[in-house]
């Protein structure tokens, strides 16, 4: 049987898939054949990711990383040099910017021109990126200021984590975008979630295909497991000292995001629930970290339109 014709049903992490019963080629086939056509890391993305929780890197290598691609680098140098950072003069070299910013600061900023440039690579996709990369930056964002509250929590993952967790759903809406559709409308006529209408309609999930995709760009497993189950963390195994998982820190994110009205562009309206609670239930705060989040991203925002 070709395996592209099974469907798999993930459970907890850690556990393996189970294949089930075979089905005719359908949306879901033409979704992970699609999987194969997704644009490779760019080189200086690639390295930027495998120096995640390294404790061996230091700013000098981030830099030097950033500095061998031409365009990277003049994005990210226009950005430090921009009013949002408010620099006493101008910063003349990404070592410099590393140096004043901080190189978390510097890498998140190459992450996210990365993703841009990746993201822009067909008219199809171009015209879906704003209001994607506007979800995106602003899931990474507020995923990373979360973890800043969370003792021992993996703030140099969550930005990545919060930026890569719906690439699923822009391979859906580039390879097959007369589902999406079809899955609000099996929402609206059924009253199941999102998730739920994605499975009946395609026969896997926009979160499955982030993981996918991901585990095809070697990102670490916890950005990956993270991307599977952003609308299922109590399946991502939980930290043995009780804190939030970093899959918990994106849900609440992408929770609190589209509140605020930061969605992606498939209709989905605001989740009905205010994710204050969500995020305090995470011991993280609630509305003041909602309220510096919305003051920091304001700025950010128009650096990556």
């Known amino acids: 049987m070709d395996p592209d014709q099974r469907v798999y049903a993930y459970g907890p992490y850690g556990s393996s898939p189970v294949a089930q019963e075979a089905r005719p080629a359908n949306l879901r086939v033409r979704l992970l054949s699609a999987v194969n056509s997704m644009p490779p890391l760019p080189a200086a993305l690639s390295r930027l990711m495998r120096m995640l929780n390294s404790d061996a890197i230091s700013a000098t290598q981030v830099a030097a990383v950033i500095e061998g691609d031409s365009v990277l680098s003049g994005s990210v140098m226009k950005c430090v040099n921009s009013a949002y950072y408010g620099m006493p003069r101008r910063v003349s070299s990404i070592r410099h910017a590393v140096t004043l910013l ?10 996210a021109f990365s993703m841009r440039r990746m993201m822009t690579g067909s008219a199809a996709s171009r015209k ?18 979360a973890a800043v509250r969370v003792s021992g929590g993996d703030i140099e993952s969550a930005f990545a984590a919060g930026l ?18 079809s899955i609000l409308k099996r929402m609206e006529e059924s009253g199941c979630s999102y998730l739920e209408a994605e499975r009946e309609t395609l026969e896997t999930t926009h979160a499955e295909l982030s993981a996918i995709v991901l585990e095809g760009w070697k990102l670490p497993d916890m950005i990956c497991v993270a991307a599977r189950y952003h609308h299922e963390p109590q399946l991502a195994a939980a930290p043995a000292d ?19 009205g930061f969605r992606t562009p498939d209709g989905l309206p605001n ?29 950010l925002q128009e650096m990556f339109g």
């Open 102 to 111: 901080g190189f978390q600061t510097v890498r998140n900023l190459a992450l």
């Open 128 to 145: 879906l990126y704003g209001s994607y990369a506007r979800h995106a930056l602003a899931t990474a964002l507020l995923a990373q200021n």
């Open 164 to 181: 890569f967790h719906d690439v699923g759903k822009l391979l859906i809406y580039t390879a097959a975008p007369e589902a999406v559709p």
């Open 242 to 260: 009780g804190a939030p998982s970093l899959t918990a820190l994106v849900h609440a994110a992408d929770m609190a995001v589209n509140f605020e």
């Open 271 to 299: 989740p009905p629930q205010d994710p204050a609670a969500t995020l305090a239930s995470l011991q993280l705060g609630g509305i003041d970290l909602l309220e510096s989040f919305r003051a920091e991203f304001e700025n």
